[in-house]
RNA sequence: GGGGACGUAGUUAAGCUGGUUAUAACGCCGGCCUGUCACGCCGGAGGCCGCGGGUUCAAAUCCCGUCGUUCCCGCCA
């Protein structure tokens, strides 16, 4: 039996005898004495053999699983490790059991090796990668977070509570993964995209506050911060305003931080309103952890005019970044890959300036003249050796193109210190949007809450409403996001008749919501946090993939597993399922 | 759906303006080694150069297609 784990052996346990087990992490064979790295998921403890007692010690490589018991022995003062926990001491072995050999492995799992195997061969051996201490580590965070965000939310009263994973297609919002039913032919379940609507139900059933670590599913296609299956804490409060959601929330994310992070100062979370953000920083979720604020132009800006190359043929507007000591680091090559991100992004010129002590540079056809630069100077602060980006376009493509830029010097002028935290909330979103059909859509979901004094626009003007919604964002990354709902039949079957639903559509999609409605709903709001991406950012990762333990490839599919994977006909035939597609 | 990068021993890479037997490191196998911790030294095995087609006297190398991994846009109520 294993006395010990390999983490906690040290001086004061020189001369116990104990039973040690794990992973050859490391064999240092030298012939008359082995010494064996021994790893479990808490530590490394080293250990040494004599094959001259125990011949097998020879024979060991890395990997293996074995059993070994000894003592533990003080390491000679000269051989003592001070970056390794267990380094003052060593276990001397007097038996060594193999338990299970290793294969030849495709990649070191041991620290230290320059070979980084390829995704494809880490996906393939995913059970090995999670060995190695940096994917270990990842999981364990996520374990600790999972953790700390459950006791926080049952210290507030939020109850656990699980909904369906076998829910009904809501096609409004992203591609579904559906179904079959095989009792009920030719019908289908879909995969809850959310569980959003259970959750406002749980809210009419009175349960007053619930939460739910709960997978979700997209089938969409994939990024970094994207996978098919995703995990949501989610969460809904009864008898809340707006204010009350934001205030409990950053309570609990606060208080999970501080719990999580041992040098975090609780700094309250920055609040900005949609128009704000756009108008600023040219994106609705804005990477906080630097300035780089976005400007207007206008023509009293220009003290001789707008220059020619700054008049758009239609209706033009100019933004300006101002980036600090950079005029030395941006050559032709880089300028010209920053305009095409600008016009990629809808913007149609950007220009630059370089603000030299002497004369400007500037890509503007017949310069800037000095009492411009003058009022420049002033109104944004400029010293020598700073540069502006002067984007001409049209809002809000222009706001969103110039925020595709301010993010991209941002990476290349190093300012996203990935151990630097930057939280606000975003609120005040529009209501609704227009889609590529320009039918009005909802922004959020049609369960969204407009603002009080915005329920008379619905009818008239619904573009100019906005919602009760709010988006937590983190570093530029969108980790939460909800709203306080409609909890009002009629304010309810206004926002789908606005959406252009038919009385028929309305009451085969939604008739059970708007039924329950009826029957004594308390004001309610929420907020569902994508908690993949809240682990990745917290354990300073860049693809939630990271900190998946069997995440899927860019595709979809599993290396490791092989799926999806084709059907026989005479298996789907169950599910009253014919297959256009012939199985390879 | 669109655009970019990559694919060569078990692994990671070099070779790519075509030309002898495709190179290195780590790993693996054998030998030596009592204080290693990226142990060291000596020797060895290991290749459908992703797959298919084309150009050529000759293709890892050039061209076309395809598959896979990845990053971005679209998409993600």
Redesign the pocket.
């Known amino acids: 039996m294993r006395s010990h784990r390999l983490h906690s052996l040290r001086r004061q346990d020189v001369g116990k005898t104990v039973e040690l087990n794990g992973w050859a992490n490391?064999?240092?064979?030298?012939?008359?004495?082995?010494?064996v790295?021994l790893r479990d998921r808490w530590g490394i403890t080293?250990v040494?053999l004599?094959p001259?007692t125990i011949p097998i010690a020879?024979?060991l490589?890395?990997e293996w699983v074995i059993a070994i018991s000894g003592e533990v022995?003080a390491?000679?003062t000269?051989?003592?490790?001070k970056?390794?926990a267990t380094?003052e001491i060593?276990v001397?072995a007097t038996t060594c059991q193999v338990i299970s050999e290793a294969a030849?492995?495709?990649?070191?799992i041991?620290?230290?090796?320059?070979?980084?195997?390829?995704?494809?061969?880490?996906?393939?051996y995913r059970y090995l990668d999670l060995r190695r201490a940096k994917l270990k580590e990842n999981i364990i965070a996520r374990s600790t977070l999972t953790r700390l965000f459950r006791q926080e939310f049952e210290n507030h009263d939020f109850l656990d509570i699980e909904t369906p994973m076998l829910y009904k297609s809501?096609p409004?919002?992203?591609?579904e993964f559906i179904v079959p039913s095989r009792v009920q032919a030719g019908n289908f379940y879909a995969l809850?995209?959310?569980?959003?609507?259970f959750k406002q139900l749980l809210m009419i059933a009175g349960f007053d506050r619930y939460y739910q670590i709960v997978k979700t599913f997209?089938d969409?296609?994939?990024?970094?911060?994207?996978q098919p299956e995703f995990t949501q804490i989610d969460c809904e409060m009864s008898f809340v305003d707006q204010e009350q959601v934001l205030e409990t929330i950053e309570a609990i994310v606060q208080k999970v931080l501080q719990q999580y992070l041992p040098d975090y100062q609780p700094t309250p979370f920055m609040r900005l309103t949609y128009d704000d953000a756009m108008q600023h920083y040219g994106s609705d979720k804005p990477d906080l952890r630097y300035d780089l604020r976005l400007h207007r132009l206008d023509a009293k800006d220009f003290v001789d005019g707008i220059p020619d190359a700054l008049v758009a043929e239609e209706a033009g507007e100019l933004v300006v970044i101002a980036a600090r000591s950079c005029a030395e680091k941006y050559s032709r090559k880089r300028l010209d890959a920053l305009q095409s991100l600008f016009m990629?992004?809808g913007g149609k010129r950007l220009a630059w300036c370089k603000v030299l002590a002497d004369e400007w540079k500037t890509s503007i056809r017949g310069g800037i003249s000095a009492a411009t630069q003058a009022v420049l100077r002033t109104k944004l602060a400029l010293q020598t050796g700073d540069m502006l980006f002067i984007g001409l376009g049209a809002s809000p493509v222009l706001l969103?193109a110039m925020g595709?830029v301010r993010q991209h010097l941002a990476v290349e002028l190093e300012l996203t210190d990935p151990s630097q935290f930057k939280w606000a909330w975003i609120t005040d979103f529009p209501l609704f949007?227009r889609?590529?059909a320009g039918e009005l859509?909802?922004?959020?979901?049609?369960?969204?809450m407009p603002r009080e004094q915005d329920l008379p626009l619905l009818g008239v003007q619904p573009l100019e409403a906005k919602a009760q919604a709010h988006d937590l964002v983190l570093n530029g990354v969108e980790v939460a996001?909800g709203s306080i709902r409609i909890h009002r039949p009629d304010v309810q079957a206004q926002v789908f008749t606005a959406l252009g639903l038919s009385q028929q559509e309305i009451d085969s999609k939604f008739g059970f919501l708007l039924q329950a409605l009826r029957y004594g709903t308390p004001p309610h709001g929420g907020i569902?946090f994508g908690f993949d991406r809240l682990v990745m950012l917290l354990t300073g990762n860049?693809?939630i993939?990271e900190v998946i333990a069997f995440?899927?490839?860019?595709?979809?599919?599993?290396?490791m597993t092989s799926s999806p994977s084709p059907l026989a006909q005479e298996l789907l035939a169950p599910y009253h399922i014919k297959s256009l597609v012939k199985p390879p």
Request: charged content about 30%.
């Open positions: 490391k064999v240092r064979n030298l012939g008359k004495m082995v010494f790295d080293q040494v004599d001259a020879s024979q490589r890395a022995i390491r000679p000269n051989m003592v490790r970056d390794i380094g060593e001397s030849e492995l495709p990649f070191p041991a620290d230290g090796s320059k070979i980084e195997p390829s995704d494809t061969t880490r996906f393939t809501t409004e919002g992203a591609q809850p995209q959310s569980p959003q609507v997209r969409e296609d994939l990024r970094a911060d994207r990629q992004a969103t595709t949007e889609n590529d859509a909802s922004m959020h979901h049609p369960f969204t996001g569902a860049s693809s993939r995440p899927k490839t860019y595709k979809g599919t599993c290396l």
